[in-house]
């Protein structure tokens, strides 16, 4: 049976990483609004976008407190960009955290605006040449103990994994490189 995964499309790039995981054979659908819920899913993908309009939509349409639920039970996350912001546990010169469920620090927008973004590649998990887009991107500065850094540019964590969550400062939904889409079902989700 392919694994079915909700992604979040209240705001950000989700589109494209329904048209990823679909291409890898998984079935996807939208959560917009709490109903969403209701259908079963084994995994959930937090895509970028703005973290502070996305935390601020999940609580108004009553979808927080249920995926937070999720997610501390264990369920596997993609997340990228904003989504990975609304995962860490402590947002640098923020007093507000959103789900707070994976023990990194994160500094938001730390490479500057929009016109700052930039492409890079790195290793990933043991793969070469991964390409990664940050857009407006996040800097993870600090990760806990059981947290493992999988891709680094710079000498800063470009991409963690800490048990189930997978997040991502960079948008690999937007290259044709599907390798990490497949990592996760193939590593994070089993």
């Keep these: 049976m392919n694994p079915r995964i909700a992604v979040l499309a209240l705001q950000g790039a989700f589109r494209e990483h329904m048209l990823v995981f679909a291409a890898l ?17 084994d995994a959930l993908v937090l895509p970028g976008g703005e973290s502070t309009v996305q935390g601020k939509l999940l609580r108004e349409l009553g979808l927080f407190d249920p995926l937070r639920q999720r997610l501390r039970r264990g369920m596997p996350v993609l997340a990228t960009c ?7 546990e ?3 010169s923020d007093s507000v955290s959103h789900f ?5 620090t994160v500094e938001r927008n730390a490479y ?9 590649e790195s290793a990933f998990a043991g793969m070469t040449g991964v ?7 996040p800097r993870i500065t600090a990760c806990a103990e059981g947290v493992e850094v999988l891709a680094e540019v710079d000498k800063f964590p470009v991409a963690v994994r ?9 948008h690999p939904e937007i290259t ?4 990490i889409h497949a990592y996760f079902l193939r590593e994070v989700m089993r």
């Design 25 to 41: 054979g998984a079935e996807c659908f939208e959560i917009r609004q709490r109903a969403d819920l209701d259908r079963p899913f």
């Design 82 to 88: 904003a989504g990975t912001i609304l995962l860490a």
């Design 90 to 92: 402590r947002i640098a």
């Design 100 to 104: 707070a469920t994976l023990p990194i």
């Design 112 to 120: 500057g605006r929009q016109l700052s973004s930039f492409h890079a």
């Design 131 to 137: 390409p990664m887009p940050f857009i407006r991107a």
């Design 162 to 170: 800490y048990g189930r969550q997978l997040a991502l400062t960079f």
């Design 176 to 179: 044709a490189d599907r390798r």
